[in-house]
């Protein structure tokens, strides 16, 4: 049902994809016609496309930021393991 309305959405927006004209049914030569940039629903039109490169981008940025974390994380385990090897280290010394 969803996949039906987007459909709708978009034909309501750019215009159905088949040219059906006297020439026949077929791609329309001009693409998606005359004014797909142009007239009140252009800014509607790269909603979608802004969007999925904001989110493209906090995705990326977000991966830079984890991967960093990750090896900081990585670098206080082998850091704290250390610590507690030359602490049991010094426990058995004194027994």
């Known amino acids: ?26 791609m329309r030569p001009e693409g998606f016609g005359p004014g797909f940039w142009h007239g009140p629903f252009a800014l509607v039109r790269a909603v979608p496309i802004i969007i ?6 906090v995705g990326i940025r977000q991966w830079f930021i984890l991967s960093k974390w ?3 994380y990585e670098r ?13 280290y010094d426990n058995d010394e004194e027994k």
């Open 1 to 26: 049902m969803a996949t039906i309305i987007r459909f709708e959405v978009t034909f309501a927006l750019i215009g159905p994809p088949i040219f059906f004209g006297p020439a026949g049914p077929g």
């Open 76 to 88: 206080y385990k082998e850091l704290q393991r250390k610590v507690d090897e030359k602490l049991d």
């Open 70 to 72: 990750t090896k900081k």
């Open 52 to 57: 999925f490169l904001v989110w493209l981008g």
